[in-house]
């Protein structure tokens, strides 16, 4: 009897593997069936709304719903303030620049001068960048002439984010704190220029030559 068994179970295997492989084939998709064969609801088949879609549960028929009036994205809210404008009012910039003056600040705006102002204003800031090499009817401007070392801080980081005759802004591309740290290196690379023995600390002058 426990042979009779064995024998019908050793039998009955192969067509047990052949039913269940044919069971799980009949739920993959056939792509050259206009009608396919499923076991189960495929999941790319489901009731829900895609991104732009018509419904007809709203008054305006779209799926996709508008932001609550006055509702702003979080880390998104822009005041229009002088950390955001570089303006105290609507005809003041502001005078000093509001980021901590060190030496990590200078090195970030070391690396953002060097990406997005260097192309056009080269990286000492002469205005002479491979921009202007290329095209030579348009030069931007020498950011060491004594014009632009006149400006208030928030003049020249309001150039910097709305852009001012031909040079386009970047307040999408730079974030507010990046845009300050330009100013403070653009400040360096003044001092570079222009500065005086004065401007040393007296302990570092001695290392002069």
Same mark, same amino acid.
């Given at each position: 009897?426990?042979?009779?068994?064995?024998?019908?179970?050793?039998?009955?295997?192969?067509?047990?593997?052949?039913?269940?492989?044919?069971?799980?084939?009949?739920?993959?998709?056939?792509?050259?069936?206009?009608?396919?064969? *499923?076991?189960?609801?495929?999941?790319?088949?489901?009731?829900?709304?895609?991104?732009?879609?018509?419904?007809?549960?709203? +008054?305006?028929?779209?799926?996709?719903?508008?932001?609550? +009036?006055?509702?702003?994205?979080?880390?998104?809210?822009?005041?229009?303030?002088?950390?955001?404008?570089?303006?105290?009012?609507?005809?003041?910039?502001?005078?000093?620049?509001?980021?901590?003056?060190?030496?990590?600040?200078?090195?970030?705006?070391?690396?953002?001068?060097?990406?997005?102002?260097?192309?056009?204003?080269?990286?000492?800031?002469?205005?002479?960048?491979?921009?202007?090499?290329?095209?030579?009817?348009?030069? /931007?401007?020498?950011?060491?002439?004594?014009?632009?070392?006149?400006?208030?801080?928030?003049?020249?980081?309001?150039?910097?984010?709305?852009?001012?005759?031909?040079? /386009?802004?970047?307040?999408?591309?730079?974030?507010?704190?990046?845009?300050?740290?330009?100013?403070?290196?653009?400040?360096?690379?003044?001092? +570079?220029?222009?500065?005086?023995?004065?401007?040393? /600390?007296?302990?570092?002058?001695? *290392?002069?030559?």
């Amino acid at each position: 009897m426990k042979r009779l068994f064995w024998l019908l179970g050793y039998c009955l295997m192969p067509l047990a593997f052949v039913a269940a492989s044919a069971l799980m084939l009949a739920g993959c998709t056939n792509r050259q069936r206009l009608t396919q064969v *499923e076991v189960w609801d495929d999941m790319k088949r489901q009731p829900k709304y895609l991104p732009q879609g018509a419904s007809d549960i709203f +008054a305006d028929g779209r799926a996709s719903r508008r932001p609550v +009036a006055g509702t702003i994205a979080r880390s998104h809210l822009k005041l229009e303030d002088a950390y955001h404008t570089g303006m105290v009012d609507a005809e003041t910039y502001t005078g000093r620049n509001p980021e901590k003056i060190d030496g990590d600040l200078l090195k970030l705006g070391q690396s953002r001068f060097n990406t997005y102002c260097s192309p056009c204003h080269d990286r000492t800031g002469s205005g002479k960048g491979i921009v202007a090499i290329k095209t030579p009817a348009w030069q /931007p401007t020498n950011l060491q002439d004594d014009r632009i070392k006149k400006m208030a801080d928030g003049e020249i980081f309001s150039i910097i984010s709305n852009g001012r005759r031909t040079m /386009p802004g970047y307040k999408y591309q730079i974030v507010e704190g990046d845009r300050w740290a330009i100013v403070a290196y653009l400040r360096a690379l003044h001092l +570079a220029t222009s500065g005086t023995v004065a401007d040393v /600390p007296a302990e570092l002058r001695t *290392e002069l030559r």
